[in-house]
């Protein structure tokens, strides 16, 4: 099977404007998780999403959001960029409904400037 | 919240040793992940623990679940130079808690 593929790679984006990325879980899996990671803060969570439904989210402010669509497939926005949501943005999916076992995809690096 | 201790933060080792890590958490968990970063990618897992006391192989990697299901070691046998990268442990807690918890990671280092 194809692991969880992320795009784009690599993103550049100044303050203020807004940014979407995108997942493709392993087919299959129904469960999207999303996690910010920073070097200061390590992997935070972000919000998980299973047969199209939010489930659980994390502490981050409204700007930071999320969709799934009917083939698991998922998007995140991030609107009105700050510089320090420059990082890198990991997906990751799970055959289970309780999203236990997580397998992650290579990653969206955002830059803010 | 819950927070995961992972310790050590870096590990300087000679091609041949051992290596172990662990972690900690302040709460039960219901499920310990072991996974193992390369710089620029996404975490790979290595290891999944379900069970108490559970302990787990994959080829020299060893992991065990606590007993008191609030830690959990990782273990790496007759390091080689391609296990450099950083290990992180995870944890969910499970019911309606569907994310997971990791640590701040293990930065290995192994000298041919």
């Known amino acids: 099977k194809a692991g969880v593929t992320q795009t784009p790679r690599y993103l550049i984006k100044t303050r203020g404007q807004q940014v979407t990325l995108s997942c493709s879980p392993i087919s299959g899996h129904r469960s999207v998780s999303w996690y910010q990671q920073t070097p200061g803060q390590g992997l935070q969570f972000l919000f998980e999403y299973f047969s199209e439904t939010q489930r659980n989210k994390g502490n981050f402010p409204g700007r930071f959001s999320g969709r799934q669509f009917s083939n698991s497939r998922s998007e995140m926005n991030v609107s009105t960029l700050e510089l320090g949501d420059s990082a890198l943005y990991l997906c990751?999916?799970?055959?289970?409904?309780?999203?236990?076992?997580?397998?992650f995809g290579p990653g969206t690096r955002l830059l803010v400037l | 919240g819950q927070q995961l201790n992972q310790s050590p933060q870096s590990m300087f080792i000679q091609e041949g040793e051992d290596v172990s890590m662990n972690c900690t958490s302040s709460s039960i968990f219901n499920t310990w992940l072991w996974y193992k970063q390369d710089p620029g990618e996404g975490p790979v897992l290595l290891i999944a623990?379900?069970?108490?006391?559970e302990l787990t192989s994959n080829g020299r990697l060893t992991a065990q679940f606590g007993i008191t299901r609030k830690d959990s070691f990782l273990n790496i046998s007759a390091s080689i130079p391609s296990d450099v990268g950083i290990y992180f442990c995870a944890g969910n807690s499970g019911g309606s808690n569907y994310k997971l918890t990791f640590g701040k990671g293990t930065l290995l280092t192994v000298n041919p």
């Open positions: 623990l379900y069970k108490a006391g």
């Open positions: 990751a999916s799970s055959d289970r409904s309780g999203g236990e076992t997580q397998y």
